[in-house]
């Protein structure tokens, strides 16, 4: 963590975290500061990168039927180019919610919301399987899920 962040920097990420309407005055009022303090906080840790976006977390289950599946990768090469044009290749498929670079037998770890399982498979076929330097893939489709969150734990 960042030497950069005090007390009230991390209270504004903790609420902003809850509840990323917050208004400048409600965090002031939950920090017991003044809003323009708080105004100038929340500007930089927007500027610094700290804040990279606000977002409405969507409920998956009244949007949609999909499945959410946990494809691993294990590539072929794992020259420096091989690994950045693979990666370049599924950040570019919507489908492709998050892509983790990760150690152990695989090289790469998706997490990917797709409507079906005929949809997963077309979506392996076409879009995976193709890709230069793929070797083998292993699939782990959720069954429910227990937890879910987006906030990062922070001191308080």
Do not use: W
């Amino acid at each position: 963590m960042s030497s950069h962040l005090d007390p009230t920097d991390l209270g504004i990420l903790n609420l902003l975290q809850e509840n990323g309407r917050l208004t400048n005055k409600e965090l002031a009022h939950h920090l017991n500061r003044t809003i323009s303090p708080i105004f100038d906080r929340r500007k930089r840790l927007e500027e610094m990168g700290y804040i990279k976006k606000y977002v409405a977390v969507l409920d998956r289950e009244k949007i949609t039927n999909s499945i959410v599946a946990f494809p691993q990768i294990a590539l072929n090469n794992h020259a420096e180019d091989s690994l950045a044009s693979f990666q370049q290749a599924v950040i570019a498929y919507p489908e492709v919610l998050e892509c983790y670079h990760i150690t152990g037998k695989y090289d790469f770890m998706l997490k990917i919301i797709i409507p079906d399982m005929n949809a997963y498979n077309t979506f392996l076929r076409q879009r995976i399987a193709p890709l230069t330097n793929v070797g083998s893939v292993h699939s782990s489709l959720v069954i429910s899920q227990a937890k879910a969150e987006t906030g990062l734990p922070l001191p308080t």
